[in-house]
T-cell receptor, first 113, second 113 residues
């Protein structure tokens, strides 16, 4: 059974720091991996999608990497800003057809000014 | 529409009552998913619709939960005889096809008193 773990559960950093959020999954047979952001009381905003054949994706100050064989993904946030404060969720889609995303419990990030 | 919409945004009900939650996916998206996010828990998959195929109901927690998708578009999640443990945020997502990026709605916060 696929399990997704995110470490740390919470992280506090001062503005301007570069930081890395970690995601690990137990079964390397995945179709893709998606990183989301969730603000308090809100839905999920998709940040980056990495297909199983890809190693990384970049969007602005965000860079996500995928090492499928070791069951790991990282989300790198450069030059963090207070507006980055949110919960970041990692989700994998198993390789079997017609299956939904399996989520980690998230990392709650707080960036102080 | 521009994104996935859900209604109502908040629902408070009494234990034992039935509730209906609605999801309008992005136009043209063939895949639709329902997830639940409980306090302290991660997001868990409930049910998945793909085109005209039979839905994947493997995530539904009990037979009190059901969902339908009419005309391949709007979906309704019904919870019968609600219990306090049903209190959660119910999130709907859609994707253009089953393997693609999922886009989430803002969710419906259900509180069962």
């Amino acid at each position: 059974k696929q399990e997704v773990t995110q470490i740390p559960a919470a992280l506090s950093v001062p503005e301007g720091e570069n930081l890395v959020l970690n995601c690990s999954f137990t079964d390397s047979a995945i179709y893709n991996l998606q990183w989301f952001r969730q603000d308090p009381g809100k839905g999920l905003t998709s940040l980056l999608l990495i297909q199983s054949s890809q190693r990384e994706q970049t969007s602005g100050r965000l860079n996500a990497s995928l090492d499928k064989s070791s069951g790991r993904s990282t989300l790198y946030i450069a030059a963090s800003q207070p507006g980055d404060s949110a919960t970041y969720l990692c989700a994998v889609r198993p390789a079997q057809a017609g299956t939904a995303l399996i989520f980690g419990k998230g990392t709650t990030l707080s960036v102080s000014s | 529409g521009a994104g996935v919409s859900q209604s109502p945004s908040n629902k408070v009900t009494e234990k034992g009552k039935d509730v209906e939650l609605r999801c309008d996916p992005i136009s043209g998206h063939t895949a639709l998913y329902w997830y639940r996010q409980s306090l302290g828990q991660g997001l868990e998959f409930l049910i998945y619709f793909q085109g005209n195929s039979a839905p994947d109901k493997s995530g539904l927690p009990s037979d009190r939960f059901s969902a339908e998708r009419t005309g391949g578009s709007v979906s309704t999640l019904t919870i019968q005889r609600t219990q306090q443990e049903d209190s959660a945020v119910y999130l709907c997502a859609s994707s253009i096809d089953r393997g693609n990026e999922q886009f989430f709605g803002p969710g419906t916060r259900l509180t069962v008193l």
